[in-house]
């Protein structure tokens, strides 16, 4: 059988995309002088740059204009093949659609992850994996679900405006406008656990990372209370305290109290769309890696996800990591199936250089890993 590598990154965040990571790993190995079969399937763990792995899979990438985070149309994308779709909340409602100074931690809608999954629908998905990190937003999905149908209203009979501090003031929920969705098994990919409420939950954790300040984070909170109260009651079930309620602002929450959504861990549902396990057949090594390998990876982060993918494969494929930077020991490595991990700061003290020429010294990088592992002259 061939030599085969399979190079299955995620993004190096703020300087490479999953996709450019396998490319410039792929040139290494070229230059390496590796003359086997390098297959390139860039990963995600639920957060931007899932459509793209998917689309990287075989599937269809299917653009669509939506309502972005602030109002404002966006153009976004969705990923389908056959009758699976791949939406990504980010696509629609990402952080990285609002400039830095103008963020809208209040006032965020998840309103076009809800027309992502209408339009979804209309072109036959009956099973929607939805894919819930980097967005913008804090509104519990509330958004979402009136971009389904749904009609939020205060104590005077008048709409909702958009975002989460203004569900404080919810009263009525009314469902009757909602698509049948009997048919359509929804999936959430998450790396979060977090619940909706309380220290842990959505507002407290992630809302200063989209630029609430400490009594943002208090109105933030007490609308995700009353949203909760109040759409719980609607469907007559709870799901404040479930694992994940709390991803991407709430948006967790709706999709499995509306939705009937199965949380996943993210890098799980993307192995499995990329048939994983049948690509590692014949592997001789796997590298994978992202931007920072750290402590945060070992908690359902893709590269981690990748290396157990591979160590259960039988028989066991061995896994070396790229990144920018490495922070992990090298116990802590080796317990979490890597053998090794190649970083960028190690042959580059200067970080604005490591950002700025990440792929020309991933490629460096490369053909390190290319002599240590497949025999090149190096």
Known sequence: MADRVLVAPDKFKGSLAATEVAARVAAGLSSAGFGGEVVRLPVADGGDGTVDAAVSAGYRRVEVEVRGPVGRPVAAAFALLDET???????????????????????????????????ALGLGATRIVLAVGGVATTDGGAGLLQAL???????????????????ARLATLDLSGLPDLAGVEFQLASDVNNPLLGP???????????????????????GLRTWADVAEAACGATARDAAGGGAAGGLGFAAQLFLGARMRPGIEVLLEMLTFGAQLDGARLVITGEGSLDAQSLHGKAPVGVARA?????????????????????????????????????????????????????????????????????
């Open 85 to 119: 779709a791949v939406i990504e909340a980010a696509q629609a409602s990402g952080l990285s659609l609002l400039a830095s100074g103008q963020l809208a931690p209040l006032t965020a809608s998840t309103w076009g992850v809800g027309e992502l999954i209408l339009a």
């Open 200 to 222: 842990s939950g959505a507002a407290a954790v992630y809302g200063p990372q989209k630029g609430a300040a400490p009594a943002d984070v208090k109105l933030l909170e007490a």
């Open 149 to 167: 149908g749904a009609r939020l209203t205060d104590a005077s009979g008048a709409e909702l405006p958009a975002g989460g501090e203004a569900l």
């Open 310 to 378: 591979a160590a259960a494969h039988d028989p066991p494929v061995p896994v070396v990591a790229v990144a920018g930077v490495c922070r992990l020991s090298t116990e802590e490595l080796r317990s979490a199936g890597f053998e090794a991990c190649y970083a960028i700061a190690d042959i580059e003290s200067d970080l604005a250089r490591c950002i700025a020429e990440a792929g020309p010294l991933l490629e460096v990088l490369t053909v390190r890993i290319a002599a240590d592992w497949l025999g090149t002259p190096g």
